[in-house]
């Protein structure tokens, strides 16, 4: 889950969601935000991570910023986190990017995985659980019938934005029962009926939405998604000691740990061999060969660790460490983060991230950190300790409900949006 357009398609997606669903787009609060007692600078920018245009992507790579530089003892500065609190809405949404100058009225298109990604870093910061609890209760409120999330409200869930919101709950400390919808449904519904059956071609995969005719095509970006939104966790998964290879468990009524499992066997397959997910080549682009695609290669690697298998991603993470930088240097704030993430969950050092320092490289993106520490090393597998960002304890809950619920009776616009990393 990271930035998964490049700035063309976010803009031609933003554009439909508009005409099509004006409604669903609104946030009818006009206030220029909650944050009366932050100071709001002259300058819309100031603090944001990255120089390339917010439109699409500011609240997302700020967002993925802060939880990448909080696993490394990194705390940002004043400026940076004022910046992300006064993207928020008096309503607890977020836009991708305002002007904060500007009040939030019907024109502000807000939306959950904004809403969701700041949620997450913001609920790892202290003194801001109002802007938290705000954006819980927003999200909540605009949750699907089926249990799910879309981009926008009111949009078909989907299993990326369905995944992201999950995080979002989970970062707050809500339990299962606070993300059930008024139909009773949970986002462990949306997901299991988004995964492939195993025994078949891509078995264990999750689409990111059926298609027009309902079926499902495998989407490496939403099963890297959802594996950690089926075992209810965010963004910046800690690390976890390896278990069992990954299996594809075949039926219909299955947990949520086996639906989690089936996503990870099947990307343990997509990664074997070179080592990193392929994308599609963008429309104009000079060749039809698939490229690498490295911010679902960093998720997937998330994914897998967080379930259990940091040896499946090995390789990925090597591959990682050799063929980067070039592409987090272009790409900015968000690539960095993911990169981080990913070495954070699997016990890499991400201050010798094949001889980079992506924490470095991170903080100059920004305004410099209030405050850095360079952590004791911790071993490859080792759990994470209370309070880290792991689960906060949420899985376990996330677990046993979702089995309970089941036994009587989760592109940086979506698809792609790791293309653009927020500059």
Same mark, same amino acid.
């Given at each position: 889950?990271?930035?998964?357009?490049?700035?063309?398609?976010?803009?031609?997606?933003?554009?439909?969601?508009?005409?099509?669903?004006?409604?669903?787009?609104?946030?009818?609060?006009?206030?220029?935000?909650?944050?009366?007692?932050?100071?709001?600078?002259?300058?819309?920018?100031?603090?944001?991570?990255?120089?390339?245009?917010?439109?699409?992507?500011?609240?997302?790579?700020?967002?993925?910023?802060?939880?990448?530089?909080?696993?490394?003892?990194?705390?940002?500065?004043?400026?940076?986190?004022?910046?992300?609190?006064?993207?928020?809405?008096?309503?607890?949404?977020?836009?991708?990017?305002?002007?904060?100058?500007?009040?939030?009225?019907?024109?502000?298109?807000?939306?959950?995985?904004?809403?969701?990604?700041?949620?997450?870093?913001?609920?790892?910061?202290?003194?801001?659980?109002?802007?938290?609890?705000?954006?819980?209760?927003?999200?909540?409120?605009?949750?699907?019938?089926?249990?799910?999330?879309?981009?926008?409200?009111?949009?078909?869930?989907?299993?990326?934005?369905?995944?992201?919101?999950?995080?979002?709950?989970?970062?707050?400390?809500?339990?299962?029962?606070?993300?059930?919808?008024?139909?009773?449904?949970?986002?462990?519904?949306?997901?299991?009926?988004?995964?492939?059956?195993?025994?078949?071609?891509?078995?264990?995969?999750?689409?990111?939405?059926?298609?027009?005719?309902? @079926?499902?095509?495998?989407?490496?970006? #939403? %099963? *890297?998604?959802?594996?950690?939104?089926?075992? +209810?966790?965010?963004? /910046? &998964? =800690?690390?976890?000691?390896?278990?069992?290879?990954?299996?594809?468990?075949?039926?219909?009524?299955?947990?949520?740990?086996?639906?989690?499992?089936?996503?990870?066997?099947?990307?343990?397959?997509?990664?074997?061999?070179?080592?990193?997910?392929?994308?599609?080549?963008?429309?104009?682009?000079?060749?039809?060969?698939?490229?690498?695609?490295?911010?679902?290669?960093?998720?997937?690697?998330?994914?897998?660790?967080?379930?259990?298998?940091?040896?499946?991603?090995?390789?990925?993470?090597?591959?990682?460490?050799?063929?980067?930088?070039?592409?987090?240097?272009?790409?900015?704030?968000?690539?960095?983060?993911?990169?981080?993430?990913?070495?954070?969950?699997?016990?890499?050092?991400?201050?010798?991230?094949?001889?980079?320092?992506?924490?470095?490289?991170?903080? @100059?993106?920004?305004?410099?950190?209030? #405050? %850095? *520490?360079?952590?004791?090393?911790?071993?490859? +597998?080792?759990?994470? /300790? &209370? =309070?880290?960002?792991?689960?906060?304890?949420?899985?376990?809950?996330?677990?046993?409900?979702?089995?309970?619920?089941?036994?009587?009776?989760?592109?940086?616009?979506?698809?792609?949006?790791?293309?653009?990393?927020?500059?």
């Amino acid at each position: 889950m990271t930035v998964r357009r490049s700035a063309a398609a976010l803009a031609t997606t933003a554009v439909l969601l508009a005409s099509a669903a004006p409604a669903a787009l609104a946030d009818s609060s006009a206030s220029p935000s909650p944050s009366a007692s932050v100071s709001v600078p002259a300058d819309p920018h100031a603090g944001l991570y990255g120089t390339s245009d917010p439109t699409y992507d500011g609240v997302w790579r700020q967002s993925l910023a802060f939880l990448a530089q909080k696993i490394e003892y990194v705390t940002p500065s004043v400026e940076a986190v004022n910046w992300l609190k006064l993207q928020q809405c008096d309503s607890g949404a977020f836009a991708a990017y305002r002007d904060f100058h500007e009040p939030c009225d019907a024109k502000t298109m807000t939306d959950t995985n904004s809403t969701a990604a700041a949620v997450q870093a913001l609920a790892e910061l202290t003194g801001e659980k109002t802007a938290v609890a705000n954006g819980i209760d927003w999200l909540a409120s605009v949750q699907n019938d089926d249990g799910g999330w879309g981009y926008t409200p009111g949009s078909p869930s989907d299993a990326n934005s369905t995944a992201v919101v999950v995080g979002a709950f989970a970062r707050a400390g809500k339990k299962l029962t606070d993300v059930t919808s008024s139909a009773g449904h949970t986002p462990y519904d949306v997901l299991r009926g988004l995964a492939l059956p195993c025994g078949g071609k891509d078995g264990g995969a999750f689409a990111y939405q059926p298609d027009k005719k309902g @079926a499902l095509a495998a989407n490496a970006d #939403a %099963t *890297a998604a959802a594996v950690l939104g089926t075992m +209810g966790k965010g963004l /910046a &998964a =800690g690390s976890y000691n390896p278990g069992k290879a990954p299996v594809c468990t075949p039926g219909t009524n299955l947990t949520a740990e086996q639906v989690a499992q089936n996503g990870a066997h099947w990307l343990t397959s997509a990664l074997a061999g070179s080592g990193h997910l392929d994308q599609a080549p963008m429309p104009g682009s000079e060749t039809t060969d698939p490229q690498p695609d490295f911010g679902n290669t960093a998720d997937a690697v998330v994914a897998l660790a967080a379930s259990g298998h940091q040896d499946k991603a090995a390789s990925a993470v090597t591959w990682l460490e050799k063929n980067s930088a070039a592409w987090a240097k272009q790409s900015g704030p968000a690539a960095y983060a993911q990169l981080i993430l990913a070495a954070h969950a699997t016990g890499t050092d991400a201050r010798d991230f094949g001889g980079a320092d992506l924490v470095a490289q991170l903080n @100059a993106t920004g305004p410099a950190p209030a #405050a %850095t *520490a360079v952590p004791s090393p911790t071993p490859t +597998g080792a759990q994470p /300790a &209370a =309070g880290s960002t792991g689960s906060s304890g949420f899985s376990v809950w996330w677990l046993i409900g979702v089995g309970l619920a089941v036994g009587a009776g989760i592109g940086f616009l979506l698809s792609n949006r790791k293309d653009k990393g927020g500059r």
